[in-house]
């Protein structure tokens, strides 16, 4: 299982970008997705999450701002971001529990870059 991400880029404060993060494989079933971000020097952290229920969970400074959805049918999950800040300035990268070849696991895609200049 492979997941690739992909919609980073470089943007002025207040505008948009959405991003997108593909799963293919020996894909079961895919449980609760997310996205994740490490800004400049810091640790990474949790942006958004979404289970396969549908619920969402946001980290406070992008409530408002960032939705997540997913499109199970095409194994893919997104994170549209608007309002964006130069704070919002990070590596974000995708993660999701994929229930596999007998087995749950976590999956991680490679980070795409996302700038915020003012």
């Known amino acids: 299982v492979q997941l690739q991400a992909s919609g980073g880029g470089l943007v002025q404060a207040g505008g948009s970008l959405r991003l997108a993060c593909a799963a293919a494989?020996?894909?079961?079933?895919?449980?609760?997705v997310g996205w994740y971000r490490r800004p400049p020097g810091k640790q990474r952290e949790m942006v958004a999450t979404?289970?396969?229920?549908?619920?969402?969970n946001y980290a406070d400074s992008v409530k408002g701002r960032f939705t997540i959805s997913r499109d199970d049918a095409k194994s893919t999950e997104y994170l549209q971001m608007n309002s964006l800040k130069p704070e919002d300035t990070a590596v974000y990268s995708c993660?999701?529990?994929?229930?596999?070849?007998?087995?749950?696991?976590?999956?991680w895609g490679q980070g795409t870059l996302v700038t915020v200049y003012s």
């Open positions: 993660g999701a529990v994929i229930w596999t070849v007998g087995e749950f696991k976590d999956y």
């Open positions: 494989g020996n894909i079961v079933s895919i449980q609760t």
């Open positions: 979404i289970t396969k229920g549908g619920s969402t």
